[in-house]
């Protein structure tokens, strides 16, 4: 009776020996537990840092947190910019800025662009669009390239810039999109860009 016992004893024992060889000592299972919670808390934190970065984009992408602000500008412009004088039309569009060194340069997209330039007094009221007392031809080219460090969609030409001075004393110039098609005209709407001193 004691030998059976024996000899059952010892068939348990080889048998949980080779269960343990099998589990590699420790038990396989134990790890694959562990490295499928690891898995999860990896995927956990990285939906996590997406959906922080995708929040705070603006803030991590552009200088001061606004979307309109160039890389490298030193200065944030006020919610409603007044470049050259007076605020850029209400409405305008795809609007950016880059300031430097106490200058800026600001990008719109308007279809009030002739009474943006009258309220800056870059034009005076009455005188024809492209009076060459005003302004110039610039490049024709199909597209202009913006001035460095402005962001944005570059100009189609033809363009023309106008060069004024304002009630400060400070230089203003503006460059806006001509109508290709009609020559007494801007484009409908058309992109303006206006380079001034910060006061």
């Known amino acids: 009776m004691s030998d059976a016992k024996e000899a059952g004893d010892r068939a348990m024992s080889h048998e949980a020996a080779d269960g343990s060889d099998r589990d590699g000592g420790t038990g396989t299972s134990g790890l694959g537990r562990r490295l499928s919670c690891l898995a999860v808390v990896v995927a956990v934190l990285a939906v996590g840092t997406g959906s922080l970065v ?32 007076v605020p850029i039309p209400a409405g305008a569009s795809d609007v950016h800025y880059f300031t430097r060194n106490g200058s800026a340069e600001v990008a719109f997209v ?3 662009i002739p009474d943006y330039l009258h309220r800056a007094g870059i034009l005076p009221d009455g005188e024809p669009l492209f009076d060459e007392k005003y302004g110039t031809k610039a490049v024709a080219d199909d597209e202009i390239e913006l001035p460095d460090g402005l962001c944005g969609s570059p100009l189609r030409g033809p363009v023309w ?8 004393g400070s230089s203003v110039n503006v460059m806006v999109e001509r109508s290709p098609t009609v020559n007494e005209s801007f484009r409908f709407p058309a992109r303006a860009v206006v380079t001034y001193n910060l006061p």
């Open 54 to 85: 995708w929040f705070f984009q603006d803030q991590l992408l552009h200088p001061f947190g606004d979307a309109r602000a160039c890389e490298g500008s030193d200065t944030k412009l006020p919610q409603v910019i007044s470049a050259g004088g």
């Open 161 to 168: 810039v106008y060069h004024s001075t304002s009630a400060t």
């Open 110 to 112: 308007s279809g009030q």
